[in-house]
């Protein structure tokens, strides 16, 4: 009996330390949001939340309000869904709020990739310096040239036929490809085989490297949760040793034309470091993060276009003058258009349209590491007691993209909601008579706006206008619904549709 008892302690101790752990003796102290914790213990409400997260924060907002906290797999999650109020979360202090602690955490799960110590700030740094003024010239040239490349090689030929094709498919596909070109590089032209025969490589090669990519992406979800079976997690490590393989340093070093971009943070890993096996994991990183949503984007983009005949005249007759403004006319037998930078500053509409695209299709999650006891000051003046260790996250989709206050008859794509009666820029909206500053956020806020978003933007609209210019293309049945969004992707960026739309295009020259 003398024995007993320590045991039988021990393991009370024992199991109050780990009921502890699984969260079910926390409960909401004075000034603190609502709580939810669910019914699971330390699970929470994860299934409900990766099953449809949308839906679930929809029922938290109308149960708990615009602030409230809920247990998420072990880790307390507060979501500030006040608009008004989000300068509290995208301008505190990285001493109290932490992005990187997150994305470190999400990047050595999906790709292996290990973070080092100012990993944010070189992205930064070689970001602001390539994909931004100049450098953003470079890029655009190189994106334009690899466009025409893959979208205009048959030119001039007689190869003009109606050809049928599913959009998503065919979308992300190009735009995914030429990005790809754009920032890692072509194939030598003087590895013997000439400049037609290494573009016809550059096509061969990106798209069995997309073949790849898209089983990858279509992994990337449950990859995020850590929930694959053993047989996906075999895949997902064959293709992530297929992609550690194919974008390697020592295999880049064979390209020509690298993107400055590219190779800085090649470089600077170097010099901080670290080994050519990391600097390859990381590759991979920056072709998901660069490409994995402006190809859904496309889509998107082209669809509502289609489907609003209004939208795609008056896109359309922009994309033909700014063309003639710049002294350039397309016709058969002539030259390509030279599409540059500047030309893609004279769009405010076809802005507009891809703005609204991005309001009803992008849907990030922004999330926060609570690093010290804070307190979140709300536009209204509450006031409310946040604990370090837990998380803090906005979903902006619910929050502002599909507020009838903000944005009135949310559901609906309208392509000049982004434009002033004058034809200028609008950025002036309201909810509950104040305006409101983050009117959009499909690229993030704060440390974690995303840093390629004007080169997104450009591919973006180098895409849109070559298919205006080049190409006759329509959907194959007009009458078509517009897909639902494919609700496993909430919160990780531009969202794809939960079916493909088929549709026709042929070369008008």
């Not at 299709?361 to 979140?376: E, I, N, S, Y």
């Amino acid at each position: 009996m003398g024995l007993l008892l320590p045991i039988l302690l021990s393991f009370l101790a024992a199991l109050i330390g780990g009921l502890y752990l699984l969260g079910v003796f926390r409960q909401r102290r004075p000034g603190e949001p609502p709580l939810d914790k669910g019914l699971i213990p330390w699970l929470g409400h994860v299934l409900e939340f990766r099953r449809n997260t949308l839906k679930f924060l929809q029922r938290m907002k109308q149960k708990h309000g615009d602030v409230f906290t809920i247990q998420l797999g072990g880790f307390y999650v507060t979501f500030l869904q006040d608009p008004l109020s989000f300068g509290a979360l995208v301008k505190e202090s990285r001493d109290k709020l932490d992005f990187n602690k997150f994305a470190e955490h999400l990047v050595r799960r999906v790709f292996g990739y290990s973070a080092i110590e100012n990993d944010h700030h070189i992205l930064n740094v070689s970001s602001n310096r390539h994909l931004k003024g100049e450098g953003l010239e470079v890029m655009t040239q190189a994106m334009m040239s690899n466009l025409q490349n893959l979208m205009l090689h048959n030119m001039g030929s007689d190869q003009r036929a109606w050809r049928e094709d599913s959009l998503f498919a065919y979308s992300y596909n190009i735009v995914f490809r030429a990005g790809y070109l754009s920032l890692y590089g072509n194939e030598a032209q003087e590895s013997n085989l000439g400049e037609e025969k290494a573009k016809e490589q550059d096509r061969a090669e990106s798209e069995a490297l997309f073949y790849e990519f898209r089983k990858y992406d279509q992994l990337f979800p449950n990859l995020a949760y850590g929930v694959l079976t053993p047989r996906k997690k075999r895949e997902a490590d064959r293709l992530l040793a297929y992609f550690w393989n194919t974008l390697s340093v020592e295999k880049m070093r064979t390209k020509d034309n690298i993107s400055r971009w590219v190779w800085d943070m090649q470089q600077a890993k170097t010099e901080a470091g670290m080994n050519d096996s990391m600097i390859n994991r990381y590759m991979f990183v920056l072709l998901w993060a660069s490409q994995g949503n402006t190809g859904p984007s496309a889509f998107w983009l082209l669809l509502f276009l289609m489907k609003h005949p209004e939208a795609m005249t008056a896109v359309k007759e922009e994309v033909d003058r700014v063309v003639k403004e710049s002294g350039q006319e397309v016709r058969r037998g002539g030259p390509i258009v030279d599409l540059t930078r500047e030309m893609l500053l004279k769009t405010p509409i076809l802005d507009s349209a891809v703005e609204e695209t991005l309001r009803l299709t992008a849907a990030p999650l922004l999330t926060r590491a609570v690093l010290q006891d804070m307190t979140l000051k709300m536009a209204d003046g509450r006031e409310y007691f946040i604990r370090q260790g837990d998380r803090m996250a906005v979903f902006p989709y619910i929050a502002v993209h599909i507020d009838p206050e903000i944005h009135p008859d949310p559901h609906s794509f309208k392509y000049d909601r982004f434009l002033n009666p004058d034809g200028t820029k609008k950025t002036e909206f309201y909810k509950a008579g104040k305006r409101v500053k983050y009117y959009t956020m499909p690229w993030g806020a704060g440390v974690s706006m995303c840093p390629g978003r004007f080169f997104a933007t450009n591919e973006l609209k180098q895409f849109v206008f070559l298919m205006l210019l080049y190409f006759d293309f329509e959907l194959k049945n007009p009458d078509e619904k517009i897909p639902e969004i494919d609700f496993r992707r909430w919160g990780f960026g531009s969202m794809q549709p939960d079916r493909d739309v088929q549709f026709r295009y042929r070369l008008r020259y």
